[in-house]
């Protein structure tokens, strides 16, 4: 997936690189009719066409200039198949980091005010694109690092084996709040943990891995659907726009059909284009049901433990304990807590309770009810259920 860029064309045999300008700008449509295509040609003029911040995710895979000096031989000395497309090759750092900021401004550009941008790549490249991210004025949220099952093996044996590569999370500016992460629906896909930075998942083999007639690689840097499945569900939403700047052989463009998003993909090489396309088409969309996004918490309204008071769903002097019985408090009138001489919110009377600096008192604290202990924050549920039913 790392072609589509200022400079990188066709296959070896016709590959003509220039990295000094943009081509021939193409006509700018309406942002509509671009959503689910392939732009073909040079990504800075076709990134040029897309209508300015309308875009809510970018995934971007560029070249990693791997810089490699020669053939690369295992110790049965058959040559292995790695990357040396003249679109991987750059003259120097200065120009490979003029090559990044010109793609990183015209993505800039297209984002919205709250999209994010991952940014995945190798020991070769990450360090100075996150460097060029910073000095634009992205705003950097994590740096992820894809741990691969089954990486290829360090067949001289001078380094360690080369087992992750690294993806780069940012913000288009600090002042973007409201960004998509979709934490809940992660968390609960996790067996209830958070999900880490550390992913671990294989390199695209198998079936999955597209080849041509012959029984080579369509694509040299095929990334896996996994990969993609989780960048999707974790900052994207039905419906939304993801830009792949570096198409390649589509794998953002499959996993965002298959998920219900929509996709825009830049690529300069008509053969990968034509690939992607045929992958596309064959995508067959999960049920509505399956991919719709979860409800957020933190978009829900907000509940009072007062109004929980108010509306007769805890009564007034009851006392409420922690899961292990070891503190108790009494509820006020008013909606506070009493814990002896000192009243508070349910969060504050929480943490001093426990010593603790802070305490989130909706599921710290609990009650019996018919002889069942229940946690007060399943009375904040039935109170948002109550409001969306008053505004319905």
């Known amino acids: 997936m790392r072609v589509a860029r200022a400079g990188a064309t066709a296959p070896k045999s016709q590959i003509k690189v220039s990295r000094t300008g943009i081509s021939a700008v193409a006509p700018a449509v309406a942002p509509s009719a671009l959503r ?24 971007a895979d560029p070249p990693y200039n791997l810089q490699l000096e020669g053939a690369l031989s295992r110790p049965d000395q058959s040559v292995v198949d790695a990357v040396d497309d003249d679109w991987d090759k750059f003259s120097s750092f200065a120009e490979y980091d003029a090559f990044t900021r010109d793609w990183l401004k015209a993505v800039r550009r297209v984002m919205k005010p709250d999209a994010t941008i991952f940014v995945i790549g190798s020991y070769h490249n990450i360090f100075r694109v996150g460097a060029i991210l910073q000095d634009m004025g992205f705003w950097i949220l994590n740096d992820i690092v894809w741990r691969k099952a089954n990486p290829m093996p360090n067949f001289r044996g001078r380094r360690f084996t080369n ?13 973007a709040r409201n960004y998509t992460f979709n934490y809940e629906a992660l968390k609960a896909g996790n067996e209830d943990c958070q999900v880490r930075s550390d992913w671990y998942m294989p390199i695209c083999t198998g079936n999955e891995r597209l080849k041509d007639a012959a029984g080579r690689k369509v694509h040299p840097t095929q990334k896996p659907e996994a990969l993609l499945t989780r960048v999707l569900l974790s900052a994207s939403n039905p419906g939304d726009v993801v830009l792949d700047p570096f198409f390649g052989s589509g794998t953002t463009g499959a996993v965002a059909k ?18 992607a396309r045929a992958r596309i088409a064959a995508v067959e969309p999960l049920p509505h049901d399956a991919v719709a996004a979860a409800p957020q918490k933190r978009s829900e309204p907000r509940v009072a433990f007062a109004s929980v008071v108010e509306a007769g769903l805890l009564p007034p002097g009851i006392e409420l304990f922690d899961e292990k019985k070891r503190h108790r408090a009494t509820v006020r009138v008013d909606g506070a807590l009493s814990l002896g001489a000192i009243v508070g919110s349910i969060h504050k009377i929480g943490a001093l309770a426990q010593g603790l600096p802070a305490c989130n008192g909706w599921t710290f604290w609990h009650f019996v009810e018919k002889g069942r202990v229940r946690c007060i924050d399943e009375l904040r549920s039935e109170m948002r259920v109550q409001l969306k039913q008053a505004a319905e």
């Open 36 to 59: 689910d295509t392939i732009l073909v040609g040079d990504c800075l003029a076709q990134m040029a066409r897309i209508a300015p911040e309308s875009v809510d995710l970018v995934f």
């Open 163 to 175: 087992a992750h590569e690294t993806m780069i999370w940012a913000t288009k500016s600090p002042q």
């Open 258 to 275: 298959r998920l219900g998003r929509h996709f825009i993909g830049t690529e300069r090489d008509e053969t990968y284009a034509a690939a």
